[in-house]
């Protein structure tokens, strides 16, 4: 058997866990900001595939399923269901979990425990109040600003493009403890360095309101899309997008406010765009520059 799981923190959580109930024999991790058949490593095919955290468009689960034995997909993410296999999606219901690692827990009635509380924190950049998030920290006794701190040392991996550290950490933190993660030289480098990179970006942000919405623009090479939501957390202010641009393309990041971002993805997709993703809380999605106004346009619009 094998895995494809999400390069974040929740995909992190969710493969380690993972790891406790079944032999896997190899991890992979898609080409980091892609969404796409293309983005899958060609060896992950070839045997069961669990894909954690991480969703597809119809047409790519098509390709995925003709080169599997067997698919089990649990995710989180509002989206489209394989045609194939076994799916583990409360989304797909309506329903909101908060991490993929939940929904991967209760799938397999494994405890919850302090990664989770990792993951949910990852995901939602603000967890407090998650009545699953708090119930957690009060059983394990978690200090909350530690878990908040573990999310971002772990998601330092995927910012710096770092699959080497992304794989470690799946492996080895089954075996660890919140305190031993947050003291972690190893991430606390990597972490530093993402630091020093919001920094940078943030000197060359510049932001404006557009119909009572904050939209905020910054220019470099294909690595800042790794950075939009790090952005946002920095920026925010009531809805908020970020929109990061290299010479070909540009990334939409949307959240806050008080919307229902699905109804967004869902225009984005029917525009044709790439890359489109996201939940109730939050969307993203890839546009040609030449297409940029338009889509902004129609984000605004859409309220």
């Not at 509002?78 to 690692?101: D, M, Q, R, V, Y």
């Not at 991967?104 to 990664?115: H, I, M, T, V």
């Not at 009545?131 to 998601?155: H, Q």
């Not at 550290?165 to 993660?181: R, V």
Request: charged share 30%; proline share 5%.
């Amino acid at each position: 058997m094998k895995v494809l799981t999400h390069w974040d923190t929740d995909g992190i959580v969710s493969a380690s866990k993972l790891l406790e109930v079944i032999d896997v024999k190899e991890v992979y991790i898609p080409k980091i900001g892609s969404w796409r058949f293309k983005a899958i490593p060609p060896n992950a095919f070839g045997d069961v595939l669990y894909v954690l955290d991480y969703s597809l468009p119809y047409e790519d689960w098509i390709e995925v399923c003709k080169r599997v034995k067997d698919l089990i997909y649990i995710d989180h993410h509002p989206g489209s269901k394989p045609p194939c296999g076994k799916t583990i999606n409360p989304a797909l219901e309506g329903e909101a979990p908060p991490s993929a690692s939940i929904v991967l827990s209760e799938y397999f009635n494994l405890p919850l425990d302090w990664r989770d509380a990792v993951a949910i924190a990852a995901d939602l950049v603000n967890p407090e109040g998650n009545p699953i998030w708090e119930e957690i920290v009060k059983k394990e006794k978690l200090d909350k600003e530690k878990v908040k701190e573990a999310a971002a040392l772990l998601n330092a991996c995927y910012r710096l493009n770092d699959y080497d550290c992304i794989k470690k950490y799946i492996f080895k933190l089954k075996d660890m403890t919140l305190d031993e993660l947050y003291n972690d030289s190893y991430l606390w480098e990597k972490r530093r360095e993402v630091q020093k990179r919001i920094e940078e970006l943030l000197n060359k942000t510049e932001c404006e309101k557009v119909n009572g919405v904050k939209v905020c623009k910054v220019y470099g090479d294909p690595s800042l899309h790794n950075f939009a939501n790090a952005l946002w957390k920095r920026l925010k202010e009531g809805e908020t997008i970020i929109i990061t641009i290299d010479n070909e393309r540009a990334r939409i990041y949307c959240r806050g406010g008080n919307r229902d971002y699905t109804k967004i993805i869902k225009m984005l997709k029917e525009m044709g765009l790439e890359e489109v993703g996201g939940k109730v809380q939050v969307c993203s999605a890839y546009a040609d520059l030449k297409r940029l106004d338009e889509v902004l346009e129609k984000i605004l619009v859409a309220r």
